[in-house]
């Protein structure tokens, strides 16, 4: 089976933005970036394809040498191989997907995995485009999954419950936490995934379809009142709700 | 000009989400001189249909067939690019629920629209619509114009007020669209509901528990709480984490992000990553035994103090308040 799985190089959970000089970024300054979150788990249930089915699972990444790191990682995990679709500019969602999905078609991958969203912009719509622009269905948020005989069953979540999908493959499958444990690499994957090479191949360039004009902080919350500091204080507290924040 | 506005249902039902898109697109509708035509898709809707002209919509497009009574990403893309078309509408706004968020890339590609997810905010300046939305689940906004000629928005739920409706019925016309086997490439097979409580990313009141209240069991008193005023339960990562509570409730920057009218912090220290996912929320209460702890920086309301203590009080007095 030939696997693909999208990786990206995001800045870290415990990144505090600030916005950068241009206004509509983030200042890279003092930032550690890292996968994905949920590309992990994109990436655990591809290797978790590869040891059912076999194959081989190719990581790609669309951005610049930095992103080099997370394609490192991916391959310490247990990827084959890793492509960087090498371009520094930032793109819009469907410049990412359509040359992850350029790729994917060159490739021929037979399942592509992702993650629900990057932590970075949370558009959530790379899978989905990837899957349209190829012409093979997606499944989106996806807690559980199973491949028999060419069809996957996906368990996707929606608001107050879970439905379960049926796809035949190719398909797209975007994964929600939950969906796997994914694995920490071992010593001797991350001494490979130094000598592995990584691929690097230059994306058509797209116009975009939607542009960022600015980007700013939210207003800062300021701290409220201390109510009290014991179960006494309760009556006061439900007061202020009632009366002065109205919202019960 | 004309503004498609997709009505999520589910069973025959309007989601709240049906009723704040179709409003977002009056409101933007007025400004650039455009029709609000809204879409239905499901089985049969028919009858539910008229009530979205109390909301704004100028017209109510259903469009019926068995294979659509559940979702299904392939099928209901089709439908939506379809009827965008069949229309000439230049602007779509879906929901950003589960069944949005999964649609709107699919139909972006159909229409070769540009896409802006989970806007909080449509503003038009000289003609142009400026998208307003999270970015680094809350750490900061972004601000976006879409450059082609169909441009699509999903909105976040709770965010857009629908308002009242004015009580007006809109006429209704049926469409029909071919499904074919290839558009039900991707079919649901079942739906597995958990519990009857509110989903977190569309509950107007959250109650949230975090590490601070040390077990699983005594989330029976987050539980009683949420139930009482109607809400949905929240959760820490650590606590999802713990296997205390389910990933469907985390909320933070690898959960959901919120922004109810009210949210209710128990035992969460406030993680940056949480306080990412929940600080837009209206109003903030925090309960929690460390007066340092960084929840209290974003809070409205604050109790230092054994969340043992306080939240039995605090339920106590809510009920009182409702005379129950």
Request: charged share 25%; with cysteine; hydrophobic share 45%.
């Amino acid at each position: 089976m030939k696997i693909v799985v999208f990786v990206n190089h995001v800045p870290d959970t415990e990144t505090k933005v600030k916005i950068g000089a241009d206004g509509v970024s983030i200042e890279p300054t003092g930032v550690n970036y890292m996968l994905s979150p949920y590309d992990e788990f994109a990436v655990e249930e591809a290797l978790k394809t590869k040891q059912k089915f076999g194959g081989e699972v190719a990581a790609v990444s669309l951005g610049g040498d930095a992103n080099k790191e997370t394609l490192r990682k991916a391959l310490a995990m247990g990827c084959d191989k890793a492509v960087l679709l090498k371009d520094a500019s930032v793109r819009d969602s469907f410049g990412v997907a359509k040359g992850l999905a350029d790729f994917a078609k060159e490739y021929g991958a037979d399942i592509i995995f992702a993650g629900k969203q990057s932590i970075d912009y949370d558009s959530a719509q790379v899978g989905g485009l990837v899957g349209e622009l190829l012409g093979i269905p997606s499944v989106s948020v996806v807690v559980k999954l199973d491949i028999a005989d060419g069809v996957a069953t996906a368990e996707r979540e929606i608001e107050g419950g879970h439905v379960i999908v049926h796809v035949k493959l190719p398909a797209v499958i975007i994964a929600q936490k939950g969906l796997n444990e994914p694995r920490y690499p071992s010593l001797k994957g991350i001494m490979d995934a130094k000598r592995k090479p990584i691929e690097e191949k230059i994306p058509a360039p797209v116009e975009p379809r939607v542009i960022t004009t600015a980007m700013y902080l939210p207003p800062a919350k300021s701290a409220g009142k201390i109510v009290g500091t014991d179960a006494a204080a309760a009556v006061e507290l439900v007061r202020l709700l009632h009366e002065e924040a109205k919202v019960i | 000009m004309k503004i498609l506005a997709f009505a999520e249902q589910r069973s025959s039902q309007f989601k709240k989400t049906a009723f704040e898109v179709v409003k977002a697109a009056k409101t933007i509708g007025d400004q650039l001189n455009a029709e609000v035509i809204a879409l239905v898709v499901g089985d049969k809707v028919q009858s539910i249909a008229p009530q979205l002209g109390g909301y704004g919509a100028a017209k109510v497009i259903t469009v019926e067939n068995e294979k659509l009574e559940k979702y299904s990403t392939t099928a209901y893309s089709k439908v939506i690019a379809e009827t965008a078309k069949k229309e000439g509408a230049e602007i779509l706004l879906l929901p950003a629920s589960a069944m949005g968020k999964d649609a709107a890339p699919r139909v972006a590609i159909k229409l070769e629209a540009g896409l802006v997810s989970d806007c909080t905010a449509l503003t038009v300046e000289n003609g142009t619509i400026k998208a307003a939305r999270p970015v680094f689940a809350g750490k900061g906004f972004a601000e976006l114009i879409v450059a082609t000629k169909i441009k699509m928005f999903t909105l976040r739920p709770n965010v857009f007020s629908a308002g009242k409706s004015d009580g007006s019925s809109a006429p209704v016309e049926s469409f029909s669209v071919d499904i074919s086997d290839v558009d039900m490439g991707s079919y649901v097979k079942d739906v597995k509901h958990t519990g009857g409580r509110k989903d977190v990313a569309e509950a107007d009141i959250i109650v949230a528990g975090g590490r601070g209240l040390k077990s699983a069991e005594n989330f029976a008193m987050i539980e009683e709480l949420a139930d009482l005023l109607d809400g949905a339960i929240g959760a820490s990562r650590a606590v999802v984490d713990a296997g205390w509570r389910s990933i469907d409730e985390q909320v933070g920057q690898t959960g959901k992000t919120v922004a109810p009218s009210l949210y209710i912090a128990v035992g969460i220290s406030g993680a940056v990553q949480h306080l990412a996912g929940m600080s837009s929320s209206k109003y903030i209460v925090a309960i929690n035994k460390d007066k340092e702890a960084p929840i209290f920086s974003v809070a409205d309301y604050g109790i230092v103090g054994d969340a043992f203590e306080v939240v039995p009080a605090l339920t106590a007095e809510i009920k009182k308040l409702m005379g129950k």
